[in-house]
């Protein structure tokens, strides 16, 4: 069983921060791309940041300068530091993988995570 288990949503007020944290678990023999998306009320999900195994970063050109994607591949765990917060980064935010589960494997694949809800007042 691999699992993806975001923590750190919450309510915050417009101008503030938020470190969301991902942990992945179970059989995983390789951590590929990790990453982060959101869908906010209304709409489809979108990509916010993506991190390769070796620490390349993209960000979609709405979070640029102010969200973070880090990672720590000894925790198995990919961090995204959220800063000057606005309403329309309201959504739910999940986490994504690419894992090898074994060393057989060709392929990765696809891993989400349930979501944790951020919610940014105005």
């Known amino acids: 069983q691999v699992q993806l288990v975001e923590s750190g949503g919450g309510l915050v007020q417009a101008g503030g921060s938020l470190r969301l944290s991902c942990a992945a678990s179970g059989s995983i023999y390789k951590l590929n791309d990790m990453g982060w998306y959101r869908q906010a009320p209304g709409k489809q999900r979108e990509l916010v940041a993506t991190?390769?195994?070796?620490?390349?970063?993209n960000y979609a050109d709405s979070v640029k300068g102010r969200f973070t994607i880090s990672r720590d591949n000894a925790k198995k765990m990919v961090y995204l530091q959220m800063s000057s917060l606005a309403p329309e980064d309201t959504a739910v935010y999940y986490c994504n993988a690419d894992i090898v589960r074994y060393s057989i494997s060709q392929e990765g694949y696809s891993y989400w995570g349930q979501g944790t809800r951020v919610t940014v007042s105005s």
């Open positions: 991190i390769t195994s070796g620490g390349s970063t």
